[in-house]
């Protein structure tokens, strides 16, 4: 989304950036520092709240028992959905928001179909599967959306139990199967490690900045988004923005997006075994 | 299901299923793919121009199955719920024929088309002078006959090779090929039974003169190197489309000039006599 900024503030980015100095002091290949809290919403199965620079996100993570598609019965299903408070942005009043969220929940979506362990969340073979609902809410547009829902996405999945089900099996063949629920607390949590994380790489002038802040954001002639998994694996990549990018830019920004997302990652996972830790901790 | 002669007092035809997309175990044996191709060649490329007289400019691309028709209109004036804008903008339609597709329904096909229009928007705006055409509107047209794979790659060269046809000022031509990875190994200008069995597939449209890159699109799972290695053989497949284009563009010019100085020659009524002069030769 583009901040309102005059031409004279784009020029004096563009030119900093050409001297790889940052607005707000980074270097081109810092990320901004993550800011995330857990557990933020009582009704949600698993939520997270972040905060990278100004930008500011609300993941829940909600699951539930339904029939599995019929083309594929043997796997889960996940939806994303992704609204943009009309505080966010001036942008968003109104229906603005509303083609930039599917965009992005479209982009969410299919980075966890491919990275979830969608047989897992098989419950009866052909019959119930469990449905990941992951509800996504933009608060503050300060740069870098797209990255900062999906590091939010997998810090929620990431504390999200999947029920205890006992299935109980009628006695003749035509009886319905009984699905009981169990507690909460006592759930199995989802396998998240290879879910990836989005890096936004923008091209301003004819350097690559990562993470670009909402003021950088319209100065870039283009963006790429990458999702990177553990170890640099790449997932989906999309381009946005109007403008072409020289062939070597394209190499330089592919290699800053693979070494960035596993160090997002790694920090990300340090502090869910540290928090996790803390619960038990408190829980003993 | 037993298959019950249709005689003419049935009320329905009995339904015929859906065939599904044959799944062959090996596609690559020996360096060579099930269509007799190499690892890093396209399939048969058949590029024209100047298919549809009403249209400013447009453009045919066959690739084996894949069939893509282009069309550029305008020019025109922009409208008004749009607003002033001191650039042109490019409208980019595009659609699936309803035999195109094997796979998918109504809602899935206009899901598709929707994506295919905006990924060929971005595909094609970096190519354009929009500078040059204040207040107005390219309309740009994509109709794809046969979806037999990398459908998006055809039709963004079609689409460009229309643009170049109807006379629109470009920085560059943009090519667009797809690399797919199946299992492990690298193919250039995938098939639909390719892509449909591959872990990681992207789209690169580039303007390979200018050397810069227009679209990107990837899919799956990469492995790190892999990435690296797929981008560069899709660039190198980008400029070899590339020459084919302008090649198409350059035959088809010469042949017009060719044509234009016959009828000079015959000295004849002038208009109207340029099909009749080409009879009787």
């Given amino acids: ?158 504390v999200t139990r999947l029920p205890k089900v006992e299935v109980t099996m009628g006695e003749g063949d035509d009886d319905e199967p009984e699905i009981e629920l169990g507690d909460d607390s006592e759930g199995t949590p989802m396998g998240v490690t290879r879910v990836p994380v989005i890096v ?35 997932g989906a990549a999309t381009k946005t923005g109007a403008g072409g990018i020289p062939q070597p830019a394209l190499l330089e920004m592919l290699e800053a997006a693979q070494q960035l997302g596993p160090k997002v990652l790694r920090e990300l996972d340090g502090f869910l075994a540290a928090s996790a830790a803390a619960a038990s901790a408190r829980a003993a | 299901m037993a298959a019950a002669p249709a005689t003419a007092g049935s009320s329905k035809p009995a339904s015929v299923p859906l065939q599904p997309l044959p799944r062959p175990a090996t596609l690559v044996a020996d360096g060579t793919r099930l269509d007799g191709r190499g690892l890093e060649e396209f399939r048969t490329v058949f590029l024209d121009t100047r298919v549809i007289s009403r249209a400013a400019g447009s453009a045919y691309a066959e690739f084996n199955s894949t069939k893509v028709m282009a069309a550029v209109y305008g020019p025109r004036q922009g409208e008004r719920r749009f607003g002033f804008s001191d650039t042109g903008r490019l409208n980019v339609e595009a659609c699936f024929t309803s035999f195109a597709r094997r796979e998918g329904g109504r809602q899935a096909q206009r899901a598709a088309e929707k994506e295919l229009a905006s990924c060929l928007a971005a595909a094609l705006e970096p190519s354009v002078d929009l500078g040059k055409l204040p207040k107005s509107v390219l309309d740009v047209y994509v109709m ?115 044509q234009r100085r016959r009828d000079g020659g015959d000295g004849g009524g002038g208009g109207g006599g340029g099909g009749a002069a080409a009879m009787q030769e």
């Fill in chain 2, 144 to 258: 794809v006959l046969e979806a037999g794979g990398s459908e998006a790659a055809v039709a963004a060269t079609a689409a460009s090779l229309a643009l170049a046809d109807a006379g629109v000022e470009l920085f560059d031509l943009v090519a667009a090929c797809s690399v797919s990875d199946v299992s492990g190994q690298l193919l250039l200008d995938p098939s639909a039974a390719e892509a449909a069995q591959q872990r990681g597939g992207l789209l690169l449209a580039a303007m390979p003169s200018l050397g810069e890159v227009t679209q990107l699109q990837m899919s799956g799972d990469w492995a790190p190197g892999a990435a690296r290695d797929a981008l560069e053989l899709a660039l190198g497949g980008c400029a070899q489309l590339r020459a084919g284009m302008r090649d198409t563009l350059l035959a088809a010019e010469a042949a017009r000039q060719q």
């Fill in chain 1, 1 to 158: 989304m583009q901040a309102d900024i005059s031409d004279a503030e784009k020029l004096y980015i563009a030119q900093g950036v050409a001297q790889g100095v940052r607005n707000d002091g980074r270097g081109c290949h810092d990320a901004r520092p993550l800011e995330l809290e857990l557990g933020v919403v009582a009704q949600a199965n698993g939520s997270a709240r972040l905060h990278v620079g100004a930008t500011d996100v609300m993941v829940g993570v909600k699951v539930s028992l339904v029939s599995p598609d019929a083309a594929e019965p043997a796997k889960g299903q996940v939806f994303a959905t992704v609204e943009c408070s009309s505080c966010a942005s001036p942008e968003f009043k109104g229906r603005g928001g509303e083609d930039w969220g599917i965009d992005m929940a479209a982009a969410l979506q299919s980075a966890l179909q491919s990275s979830l362990d969608l047989g897992s969340l098989v419950v009866l073979a052909g019959k119930t599967v469990w449905a990941v609902h992951l509800d996504c809410l933009v608060l503050n547009d300060g740069g870098g959306v797209l990255g900062a829902l999906s590091v939010a996405a997998r810090a929620a999945l990431a």
């Fill in chain 1, 200 to 234: 936004s790489v923008a091209q301003i002038g004819s350097r690559c900045v990562v993470d670009p802040s909402a003021e950088e954001e319209p100065c870039a002639s283009a963006v790429l988004h990458f999702a990177v998994g553990p170890g640099g694996r790449l």
